[in-house]
């Protein structure tokens, strides 16, 4: 199994066809002020696989400050069914949204796990504003 993308972006879901469908991707924020919350971004990570992935997998998601300090991590089972005689391709988009803590301007990185290592690193870049007003630490702008 193996990531063919990971982004962040405004939103995501997946339609009543199966088709993914995402809305404002960015990789960059201006904040009022730090530290700051941006709340309900969502990263989108698209993996690929085969009927030789059936089985449990182990997804993880780390977020690291510019700093390289961890603000958090998460962790989760992936169940892949064995899929039906003749279906080389399975595709298994997982969306998030999370609330990211920024404490410093700079870049941020979700790293993304499988199965103890690590497939994807999204990048953000978090830059204040330039002679923002003053504004409570959870304002943010994107």
């Known amino acids: 199994m193996h990531v063919t993308f990971a982004l962040f972006a405004d939103a995501a879901n997946l339609s009543q066809e199966g088709k993914l469908n995402i809305l404002g991707v960015f990789d960059a924020l201006q904040v009022a002020s730090l530290p700051a919350l941006h709340p309900r971004a969502t990263l989108v990570v698209h993996l690929k696989g085969t009927a030789s992935d059936a089985g449990s997998h182990r997804v993880t998601l780390q977020w690291l400050s510019p700093s390289g300090t961890e603000l958090w991590s998460s962790d989760g089972e992936l169940g892949v069914a064995t899929p039906p005689q003749g279906v080389v391709d399975m595709d298994f988009p997982l969306i998030a949204q999370l609330?990211?803590?920024l404490d410093l301007a700079g870049g941020y990185l979700m790293r993304v796990g499988l199965d103890g290592a690590t497939h994807a690193e999204v990048a953000l870049q978090v830059r204040?504003?330039?002679?923002?007003?003053?504004?409570?630490?959870s304002a943010w702008m994107s």
Request: charged share 10%; hydrophobic share 55%; aromatic share 0%.
């Open 128 to 137: 204040p504003a330039v002679n923002a007003p003053a504004a409570p630490a």
């Open 99 to 101: 609330d990211l803590p």
